[in-house]
């Protein structure tokens, strides 16, 4: 019978859950559900079905909300495979943390933290390329957020607050024992993918050196045809946005952080 997962990928956006996911679902002991992210764990029922940001309604049509949908997903899931699924702003989202906690409380968790300048100006491109953002200017965006999330738009848009990953750490901390989650540099998985896959696999309890890699995926270029990151000043002006909650970070994980300052 299908039921809740056993594991979830729970961000965060554009830190390479994508390509983690479709990794992990190579493994003949893991179950990953298709859609990939099912959101369900974002509202306690139907999502809103007007307002938000640009594209907005028509993700919020995608979620899977009802519980006997969501637990569906996994019923493919071969018998003995771990299941589990890749929501992105479960980590963001505080509340979509408590509910979790009380479906699933034996939940593992992971997620892949990126330097939160980069992570928020490769979100800014996503959604610039895809035609939604309308602010060219990344700073233009930064200082937009407030008054967008005031106004309702979806997560996605959270540029700055979706980077603030130790006050999201913290609120985690009181639901779940450390040894359920499991934390992850995003460098690491891009430049040692073999070695983070097994690390993901031996916390899952699964066998290692099944997985050879991660593969590329959503890679896109920005408004102006680059794929690389901010530029100095648009880094320097979305960097004090995080200077308070990095040493956070790197009190939760013990990571020298030092580059995510710089």
């Not at 990928?9 to 859609?35: Q, V, Y």
């Not at 300048?117 to 407030?146: C, K, Q, T, Y």
Request: proline share 10%; glycine share 10%.
């Amino acid at each position: 019978m299908p039921g809740p997962p056993d594991f979830l990928l729970i961000g965060a956006p554009k830190c390479g859950t994508s390509a983690l996911h479709r990794a992990l679902n190579r493994h003949p002991d893991l179950f990953l559900t298709e859609p990939k992210e099912p959101k369900f764990f974002l509202t306690d029922g139907p999502p809103p079905i007007s307002g938000g940001g640009p594209g907005d309604v028509e993700t919020w049509a995608e979620h899977v909300w009802r519980r006997a949908d969501y637990e569906k997903l996994f019923e493919a899931a071969p018998p003995g495979a771990r299941r589990g699924e890749s929501t992105v702003f479960y980590l963001y989202d505080t509340a979509a943390q408590r509910r979790i906690r009380e479906l699933v409380p034996a939940a593992k968790l992971i997620a892949v933290l990126r330097d939160p300048v980069e992570r928020a100006h490769s979100n800014w491109a996503h959604l610039r390329g895809a035609g939604l953002e309308p602010e060219a200017d990344f700073g233009a965006a930064l200082r937009a957020e407030p008054r967008r999330i005031e106004q309702g738009w979806a997560h996605f848009w959270h540029y700055t607050a979706q980077g603030r990953y130790g006050e999201q750490l913290a609120h985690l901390d009181t639901l779940f024992a450390p040894e359920q989650v499991l934390l992850i540099r995003y460098r690491d998985l891009r430049d040692a993918p073999g070695e983070t896959i097994d690390r993901v696999c031996r916390f899952l309890g699964v066998a290692t050196g099944v997985v050879a890699g991660v593969p590329r995926h959503n890679v896109r270029p920005d408004v102006h045809g680059r794929t690389a990151g901010p530029t100095p000043a648009e880094r320097a002006e979305a960097l004090p946005r995080f200077a308070d909650d990095v040493p956070r970070v790197a009190g939760r994980t013990g990571w020298d952080l030092a580059d995510w300052l710089r």
